[in-house]
């Protein structure tokens, strides 16, 4: 590749002060930085990777959309019978990164992953787009396609029946209750700023932190 792609060309002007007086929290610094996202109008400020392992140990990723962040960790969405959720289900556990570009920042967690209560996904569902709703009632994640018209033809026919489309039985909701959580904030000279947070224990509220080298 050529050493003259452009790189980290986003924002260094940010101030962000938390590098220096870290605080106890690295779920509510999060939330702060996604809030920051939103208003310095990132262009997919929820977009994240999801990593996951098979049982024999080989990892796979994709991007997907965080749904929520609550006083546990990240919430998102996924059917069990797709290959992160058969991934998940094999070993709980993942990790996720999050990067924009626009502010060089990017954080990455790591933990356990919990399935959400039929009650929790159904509300996640619920706000669903109808086109969506229609979209992962008629699709089978991660099987072959036989006929991508006739998948499309079902997915309109569904939306525009009005019909309320009820939560597919396999679409649920998941919870990656962080372990590690690490802020950075990237520098066109390669001194990055990096923390990191660490806890000994899911249910534990006692965050260690400490800043790593670039």
Avoid: C
């Amino acid at each position: 590749m050529s050493e003259n792609v452009p790189t980290l060309s986003g924002d260094t002007s940010l101030r962000l002060r938390e590098f220096d007086a870290p605080p106890a929290d690295p779920l509510g610094l999060l939330r702060e930085w996604l809030d920051g996202a939103l208003r310095r109008e990132v262009r997919e400020p929820f977009a994240a990777v999801l990593a996951t392992v098979d049982g024999a140990g080989r990892p796979s990723t994709r991007v997907l959309l965080a749904k929520d962040l609550d006083e546990r960790g990240l919430v998102f969405t996924s059917s069990r019978g797709s290959r992160k959720g058969q991934e998940l289900a094999a070993r709980p556990s993942a990790a996720m990164t999050f990067y924009w570009r626009e502010t060089l920042q990017q954080i990455t967690l790591s933990g356990a992953i919990e399935e959400l209560t039929a009650a929790e996904s159904d509300a996640l569902f619920a706000r669903r787009p109808p086109a969506a709703q229609a979209a992962t009632a008629v699709s089978r994640q991660s099987r072959p396609l036989d006929d991508e018209a006739e998948l499309r033809e079902r997915a309109r026919a569904l939306t525009e029946s009005g019909r309320p489309v009820p939560r597919p039985a396999e679409w649920t909701g998941y919870r990656l209750v962080p372990r590690t959580v690490e802020f950075w904030y990237g520098s066109p000279d390669r001194l990055h700023r990096r923390l990191v947070y660490e806890r000994p224990a899911p249910d534990t509220q006692n965050w260690t932190h400490r800043r790593l080298q670039p």
